[in-house]
């Protein structure tokens, strides 16, 4: 019953355990092959095709490297522990909709992924009869080694060092390649609390600045924030449409969730609609764009045509004559599209949006000091995550349709 | 007009001449982000879900860096050959459906995607007013120089330079990886035909090995094979369906295909044939097989839901007992499935699959010795690539579904 | 003529220019095939054993990479520009001695390993007619164009960008990793200055960042400080000894260096000084070392004795108690080794050692913003490289003998 | 008192076992760090300058990495068998000389560097109290568990997964790279003995033609071989100068061996000879040649200025007129050299070389088939690895001294 996966980034995966591999096998996991874990990047970083699927084999398998290092410097984990939290960040992005941040803001209205997650875990617990209770406690700070929950989510968890080195090797952005192994093998616990060994310090600033890096470089681009909001307004128009009565063509599943407002009560209550979630996957999204191109109304019709076509929004950062140009385009638009002035702003809008490279306050990273002290990375003398970095930053964008030259 | 793209496996990639833009931009040609390179393979290789998009800028790519190295070693490459050549390298891929290889034997029976390229590249090459003439005269061998030709198509083209790279890079299966740079740097030209220089020869050596060895253990891997099989046998079943009358869910590119049966003239004469055929990607046939799996007819839905939980055939092959082992087989699926004999053969049966690791007759890859003479790298003393290894090599497969135990 | 070299952090070199081939073959050329490009590092990463030779080769094809670069952005770059650019990085090093950084301190008392090239460039340039006249222009910052000199010498040079991609690829700390491609492709030239196009500036922020990390993680590991200033110790004992007429057993090249006090004039003038400098590289010491062991001086025997067995110094640094530390390692050194007072001083003092991470006065690197405008990286919102990481970090360091426990 | 080491080919190297430090802290360990693995193949790749310091701690590694397999199947590795097979192989290559293959030719004439392994592992086994004994068990193949010895030494044994990966890293071949991680996961035990299971066929394939290509592109390449050939006529010469009387400059411990023959009787009774012997490494002979550039004796003299300025011997391999462009070449030497008839010889002569892909015979390479069998893998159906590769296969070189054009 044992399997071995390669994984071009970690090498060969094992996964030993039964519970695991019931995991792996539920179709609400293998549905996961069919969601990419970089939603639209892949129109600027063409290679960065990969899958949430693999992103979570691959956290479960830096769990488990993770606790094979604490166990051995001593620190008795369990086998039971060590499932569990394999359990745990296996299943931590099972709520993940297709294109997963665009969707939390037009299909599921309100509700993060998140509590998707929570929901679904609490179904396939059911399911197999508490076999999830201990991941459960551990994604809700209960379990009493609480390292374990920092190492499921955290500034140092196994998600982020997975999906770091994943997306820099599949986009080809060597900028975010960080030294996983090096990380793990510094782990640390103290007073029940992860850390890091004082000689880990220089793989940890890596680790900071390449996250930092890889989120102005790749996953806040210009051009992919940009096809991101056309995701977005896509479906919110698409929606919008639906509501109003309009009959889009769509999977069965699609066309549910268009026509219906869930609220979280009824995801948790009605089990049909988790049902009816993990049949979506990008697939949906993809063809119903694909035949959207047709539609009747000519403000989806159009949206959908620049998708397919990649003629995507023009993105501009922190302008500073923003409101002039918005005056502007917004005239182009006006002259150029047909349609309502409260329909112009899908296709000219502004907003912001943001990162923070180190969050000094709620979740810190700790350094185990060789003389016993443990010190908050951000708090050492001559570190490179200082509070100039550690600051969120917040850029102003302005994002408009062009007629093509 | 310049671009610059991110390859994970080549690095960057640019694109200065405008002709190759106008082809990446072009609906058709975008569709293949949209198509895995690897069909099903990633049942298996979960890494292994890259784009026939990207694989074919990177051949592009490929080829561009070869003509410079012969340009440099003075075989007078003119811009105007190597646009021509990028092109036609760039196009190779044009015609693949979704799946593709599936796919040949179902919606489009008895037409295979070069047939479906070259009436597309002829499409593509009307709208641009013989922008495409050169790269078609290499396609079609009619190019005076003949080495483009084969750059293009042969034992030793760079579609496969690239592809295995790309396969290996992404399946992360180290056996397929090829000193591809020095494969280049390499090449000449003998009596206008591509050849390679001496010292070369460990590295072709090294790359037919390498190309065999992919062969049997990632694309005829036992398990893939099964996995592409059942998606055949899902078309076939849809197509059967959809030709007695049954309506089945689908979009309507994939519907068109489904309820026509398209002649290879017609393919040529009608254009809509071509327009529905560049709307099909895989979404269209992984969304249909997620609604069939609700089908009324039960070989359909059955198939569908072994696709979509990875519950897929079991695979032997070169069984020494196979026809004792195909009855009992049969029998089992008799038993356990409410189907007509008929439709039994959904489930259990049996063919051929091979691979050629080096075709030493029609098309050879040549050496251009130090002295002067030319010779065939199977021909050569103490070569890897002997008769031993050359010749074509055939397995029996025997295909069957199997009841969870 | 023309040459190719395998490189495993480049790939394949070309040396297609004569003049260049002619300075490979050069014996004094020659000779960085025995000294190593990371000194005595290789004591704590034993990984790092590169040679300058494959640096320098290194480096000058990243010249030839830039230039290529610049040229195709239309900064008509000569041919004659390439060559002189490319010999004079390839010479960059041509001065250095065996372990570099403590000879200078050492052998060659007070003259750096600059001046030394210097006058070897000068001696090549006589032997070959002037054919590095363009080279020493670049060197001297006398060439018209500027842009030459910086590619060659400043924050942002190929030497740079060879060995910290070479450092960590041979050392194997992934943390030293850069995009020096991506770099290469966002050079530009402003008002006849290097600069970075704006696109590039999160490449330039890792690769400031990523050189900071390997000062403090490799070049300045406490360990590998330890090694060196044993290094240093060693030397400086036996010219000492020498100078006093003791007679050690060395090479006739290293014998010369420890019998003779060299002024920079008689560098310059007596052309046996440098026939004879050229004649050393590591072998010289190491030898010597071994030798050594066996000296009646029980000092020089003893370091070398530490040397040989790797019983280095301990190092520690910034300590809160320093005095007290030195105090009592000088006790125990006192009661241990049999030694005069001075002498001790071989086993137990102190000093400081520093790193600039980018120095924002001198040497700016400048971004070449998209409206026109100039800013140095130091100077940009949200910029990694802000004062507070730009500032020199100077460690007290604190080094003693160890009895063995 | 456990140790992590940074290795650039496998990451992180641990050596828990105080057994395993005593011996890497053990100067006749540490002595590998100055002798080169691919010992003078860096004259044509001049990035493969690692040592066999390394290389063997990789091993060591490679060793453990593959007890943990065969422990997790069940096979019951003892914590001593592990640390006594690490041992062993981090020992197999204590043996070597500077520039090993060179030397067991020159001065230590007809003692193969094995031999002299064995009498250092003897003598270190004694200084430590029979530390050794289960390590010089699994040498000798006395142990019983057999698989040990065949881990240590067959033809796949850690040794050779290390060797090919490492020489392949550093030289920048990617012929070499092998999916040694892919072979760690598939071994296993048969009545015994070492055998890798079916679905590992392609790796070990790939591994054999891995090795044979790095023969005959690396480690046999013409100029590689021609430096190896002028390494010896240096060292033998310089000894028939010694026997003859002739004093010439050399460290001590290469004075020694000289001006003495060593037989294995004496390299057994004598512990001098081996406390000489671990005093020597390449440094001594590279100080040697360079000294001896300067050498009375014209034919040695010119030897050490080939090698020291790299203009090596040229060599010819299985040429069709052998016998008539040795007389040629013999004749040009005869006119250019002054020099006897008999010393001609070190400047025109001819010889063999010869390697074996796959020894089908003595020491095979076993797949335990799923069916139970155990089969031989030269003898599969289409195996890559038939009797057409796996023959011996030797080559005629003519080696001569050319005048500079």
New interface residues.
């Given amino acids: 019953m044992s399997k ?6 970690h ?2 995966l094992s996964f030993p355990e039964k519970e695991v591999l019931t995991i792996v ?1 539920h ?1 609400w996991f ?1 549905r996961l ?2 969601i990419m874990q970089m939603g639209v990047a ?1 129109f600027v ?3 960065a ?3 949430r ?2 992103h979570s ?1 691959g956290a479960c398998h830096l769990m488990g490297k993770a606790l094979e290092e604490l166990q051995e410097k001593g620190f008795g984990i369990t086998t039971q522990d060590s499932t569990d939290a394999r359990l745990a960040i296996l299943l931590h992005d099972i709520g993940h909709g297709p294109f997963s941040h665009a969707l939390e803001h037009s299909l599921l209205e309100g509700i993060g992924h998140e509590q998707v997650s929570s929901v679904i875990i609490d179904r396939i617990n059911q399911q197999h009869n508490g076999m999830l209770d201990g991941a459960m406690k551990i994604f809700g700070s209960q379990h009493p080694k609480r390292f374990l929950h920092q190492l499921v989510s955290s500034q140092l968890d196994v998600d982020r060092l997975d999906y770091l080195s994943r997306d820099s ?7 975010g ?3 996983y ?2 990380i793990l ?1 510094m782990l640390t616990i103290r007073n029940n609390e992860l850390a890091v060994e004082e000689k880990g310090i ?2 940890v ?2 680790f900071i ?2 996250r ?2 890889m989120y ?2 790749v996953y806040l681009h210009k051009t992919v924030l940009g096809a991101e909001l056309l995701l977005v307004n896509i479906l919110r128009r698409a929606k919008e449409l639906s509501m109003r009565g309009v009959q889009l ?1 769509a ?3 699609l066309s549910y969730f268009l026509n219906n407002t869930i609220s979280l009560e009824q995801l948790k209550q009605d089990p049909g609609v988790i049902d009816r979630f993990c ?1 979506l ?4 999204i ?2 119903a764009i ?2 959207w191109m ?1 539609a009747e109304d000519p403000v989806l019709a159009r949206l959908c045509y620049m998708h ?3 003629s995507l929004y023009k993105v501009v950062l922190d302008h500073e004559r923003e409101d002039e140009l918005y005056d502007q385009k917004l005239a182009v638009a006006r002259r150029e599209i047909g349609c309502t002035e409260e329909e112009l702003h899908y296709f000219v809008f502004r907003g912001t949006t943001s990162n923070s490279t180190y969050n000094a306050v709620d979740s810190r990273i700790m350094i185990a000091m060789k003389d016993g002290s443990l010190r908050n990375i951000a708090e050492m003398k ?1 570190s ?1 995550v ?1 509070e ?2 550690a600051h969120k ?1 917040t850029k102003r964008y302005l994002c408009f349709w062009q007629p093509k030259s």
Same sequence: chains 1, 2, 3, 4.
């Fill in positions: 071995i996966i390669n994984d071009p980034v090498g060969f096998n179709p293998q092959r069919n892949h970083y063409p290679g095709v990969h899958t699927f693999l084999l090797f599949y986009s080809g952005v060597s900028e390649v960080i030294g192994d090096r093998k220089y793989s600033e890596k600045i390449a930092h890096i102005w470089q063509p999977t069965p599943a049949r996957d990008d697939s949906d993809v063809t694909k035949t047709d397919r076509n990649r001559d490179l200082n100039h970095i930053v």
